[in-house]
């Protein structure tokens, strides 16, 4: 079964900046389309991000684009989310989730690692 551990929240103004990584085990990256998805209290579970294994197109939410970057290094088996000009409505547990294909019900996702944007 595929794990994965996120790590890089905190707290940050809002305006600023983090970047989330996610380490994947004990198989290939390369088997994955992989993806973040957050939650906040209260509210429904929010897809962020999804980069596939075997296409150059990546999507992302509307509430995220243009501030938001996926990446991935499929030989170190990590995945990145850079997140610019953080507002305090992208608070939440943010999860990094592994999918056969982008949209499907994830394989498996980790602890999360939760953001918080406040001044």
């Known amino acids: 079964q595929v794990q994965l551990v996120e790590s890089g929240g905190g707290l940050v103004q809002p305006g600023g900046s983090l970047r989330l990584s996610c380490v994947v085990s004990p198989f290939a990256l390369a088997y994955y389309s992989i993806g973040w998805f957050r939650q906040a209290p209260g509210k429904e579970r929010e897809g962020v991000s999804c980069?596939?294994?075997?296409?150059?197109?990546?999507w992302y939410a509307d509430s995220v684009k243009g501030r938001f970057t996926i990446s991935r290094n499929d030989a170190k088996k990590m995945v990145w989310l850079q997140m610019n000009n953080l507002n305090p409505e992208d608070t939440a547990v943010y999860y990094c989730?592994?999918?056969?294909?982008?949209?499907?019900?994830?394989?498996?996702w980790g602890q999360g690692t939760q953001v918080t944007v406040s001044s």
């Open positions: 989730a592994a999918y056969v294909q982008c949209g499907d019900n994830p394989l498996g």
């Open positions: 980069m596939p294994n075997s296409s150059p197109t990546t």
